[in-house]
């Protein structure tokens, strides 16, 4: 099967907004630079839209030295210039903890007097794994990469009263051609020279009844998703499921616009 690449994404920020591409290199990681930044409270539990809807509203971009961050209710942005080195601190996510550089009291200040919330700036230093198929992660909640086919959002807009935006699902890769959900039967995605495997449905949270413009929180689109994609994962959880999560297998760079050939696994 043959789709072809709609839309690029990265979130250099976690739970911060997303920046559009048009090419990106894809690493180990996911999108380069991929969440490699992170707020953390003082505890270092990390800092994310679940508790802070306001996040939704902030605009990263980060070219590898220098994070830039507007938000749509900020006087003037943050420029940083990054840092590898200053006192690391331990990052509290869920179900495991992992380091991060600490990125200094001006960017503190600033995030803390927008959001009006005692946290740091992290950048992500060391290693961390996936909790199944090999992989490796910065700051991402589970996996390197998020693939949502742009027919399941048509499918899930045909259902509700008004109809929503991809940016409430954050992904990475959006693909047109694989059906409606047809990417919960595909194994393994080559775009160029980047396999992807996708290896787990994607459990989704309260983040995607945020309006990413406004940061205001409704019900939708969780309640319509629970009258028809809610199923066990093989832990045997029950969630609400939409897009796959995948690990890049091979790398390099690839474009919106690139053809995508799929491998099914199960029907």
């Not at 006087?75 to 006192?87: C, F, I, K, M, Q």
């Not at 194994?187 to 940061?215: F, K, M, N, S």
């Not at 959880?237 to 897009?243: E, Q, T």
């Amino acid at each position: 099967m043959r789709a072809v690449v709609r839309a690029l994404t990265a979130y250099p920020l976690k739970s911060g907004g997303g920046t559009g591409l048009t090419t990106a290199e894809v690493t180990p990681t996911g999108i380069r630079y991929d969440r490699e930044f992170i707020l953390i409270r003082p505890d270092g539990a990390r800092l994310s839209q679940r508790e802070v809807p306001r996040m939704a509203r902030l605009r990263p971009s980060y070219d590898g030295q220098k994070l830039v961050v507007d938000a749509l209710d900020a006087v003037t942005p943050l420029v940083h210039e990054a840092r590898s080195d200053g006192p690391l601190r331990e990052v509290r996510l869920p179900r495991t903890t992992c380091q991060g550089v600490d990125q200094g009291d001006e960017a503190a200040d600033w995030f803390g007097g927008l959001l009006d919330v005692e946290c740091r700036l992290v950048r992500f230093a060391g290693r961390r794994e996936t909790s199944r198929g090999g992989g490796t992660v910065a700051y991402a909640d589970g996996y390197p990469l998020l693939v949502i086919s742009a027919e399941s959002l048509a499918d899930l807009n045909g259902r509700l009263e008004e109809p929503l935006p991809m940016d409430r699902f954050r992904p990475s890769i959006v693909v047109e051609g694989l059906g409606p959900f047809g990417e919960d039967s595909v194994r393994c995605l080559w775009i160029g020279p980047v396999e992807i495997e996708l290896v787990r449905a994607c459990d989704r949270c309260v983040i995607t009844t945020t309006d990413q413009e406004t940061g205001l929180r409704g019900r939708e689109p969780l309640r319509t998703l629970a009258t028809y994609r809610t199923a066990r994962d093989e832990d045997g959880s029950r969630g609400v499921f939409f897009g796959q999560n995948g690990i890049p297998r091979t790398y390099g760079t690839i474009h919106v616009g690139d053809a995508v050939e799929a491998a099914r696994g199960v029907e």
